[in-house]
């Protein structure tokens, strides 16, 4: 009896019929894109995805742990199993889902360039041949304008968080910024730094690279974790959790 017992349990694990409990979930982030993810002056992470974050473990009484890592390496840490979930603006693309699970979206901002004032600057690659454009190393519009624009003569420069992004516009080493467009207004042209600079022209779309919207990303096989995410998010719809999020950064709908 007890070697039949065992063998069942065996083939239960192996089938993924025990599902884990899920009573702490490491969520990976890149503290570097105000306001979804950032550090206090006291090194606390803040920011509307933490907050986020929080809110989903308290739903499902889980301990949450976050966990920093650099942007360009977050997939493969998650598939490493550093991490339970990526929490960090990422967005849904088919390049990524090829690698990963999502849950059901989070937020969708589009994309926009970011330039001095009197630049006269658009989002095309006539507009910006020759000039050299800001983006942080593996994000959506890195892929976007190493697609789109870097083929057709415009400097696309990788930089491995956003601040340093930020740092060479500034220093006059960019001529341009490319990145999500409430990550830009409320974490740089809303702050001293950003003084001088403005969006230049409107915001960007395109499916293929920049994806539908963001969302947590997951490994393939912890389809039990999505789904209880996933029911955490929908409940956050339903009380307000997520409006009233929302709300401490946004005068928006970012939904």
Not at 189 to 208: E, P, T
């Amino acid at each position: 009896m007890r070697k039949l017992a065992l063998a069942t349990m065996l083939a239960c694990a192996a089938s993924g019929a025990m599902a884990k409990d899920w009573n702490v979930i490491r969520f990976g982030v890149n503290p570097s894109y105000a306001p979804f993810e950032s550090k206090a002056t006291d090194g606390k992470l803040v920011g509307f995805d933490i907050d986020l974050g929080n809110a989903i473990c308290d739903k499902l009484k889980a301990k949450c742990v976050w966990v920093e890592n650099a942007w360009d390496g977050i997939i493969p840490a998650l598939k490493a199993k550093k991490f339970d979930a990526i929490l960090s603006s990422m967005a849904v693309t088919e390049k990524r889902l090829a690698q990963v699970a999502f849950t059901d979206k989070i937020y969708n901002v589009p994309p926009r360039l970011v330039a001095r004032k009197d630049s006269g600057f658009q989002p095309t690659a006539e507009a910006l041949k020759g000039k050299r454009i800001g983006v942080e190393q593996g994000s959506t519009a890195e892929t976007y304008a190493k697609t789109y624009w870097e083929p057709k003569g415009v400097a696309v420069m990788s930089y491995q968080n956003q601040d340093l992004v930020y740092q060479d516009l500034t220093a006059g080493r960019l001529d341009a910024a490319f990145q999500s467009s409430v990550q830009a207004e409320l974490g740089f042209l809303k702050s001293s730094a950003g003084h001088g600079y403005a969006f230049a022209g409107a915001g960007v779309a395109d499916s293929k690279t920049l994806g539908v919207g963001a969302a947590i990303g997951l490994r393939k096989e912890d389809t039990d974790l999505a789904q209880r995410i996933n029911t955490a998010l929908a409940d956050m719809h339903k009380d307000g959790t997520y409006q009233r999020l929302a709300k401490k950064y946004f005068s928006f709908d970012i939904y």
